[in-house]
């Protein structure tokens, strides 16, 4: 094998080590670009009253904080028994705070409830979930 072999050998070596290198370089790109969208959804954040919070008193609104902007007219909050029965619903927009909702909670006996949520987040991705609280006894 002559010196111009050797040479032309391995410069083939280091283009194919670059080009790889760029391929790698561009797929993580890539990847980080299509992962973005993920991170603008409307999670849940904080609520009132809280995921497996104990309340002496029945709560007179529900509050829920998100991570995102939301869309108060597509979404909605439901408070409903263990056993699924909804026991009121709302949405209302909390003014000037635009990842927050409320709604009116219902009369509430001692019991535990659950809170669900489906909410409409401003990048246009819909997040639903739910937690329970507890309104104990006096």
Known sequence: MTYADKSSQARTRRRAALGFAVGGVFAIAIAAVAATPALAHSF????TPSSKEHV????????????GGVEPPYSKITV?????KVLGEGNSAVPGKPRELAAEAPELAPGKYIVRYRV???????????????????
């Open 44 to 47: 849940l954040v904080d609520a």
């Open 80 to 84: 409903e028994t263990p056993d699924g």
């Open 120 to 138: 409409l987040s401003s990048d246009g991705h819909i997040v639903e979930g739910n937690y329970e609280f507890t309104v104990d006894a006096k």
């Open 56 to 67: 002496a008193a029945p709560p007179k609104t529900i509050k829920l904080r998100f991570g």
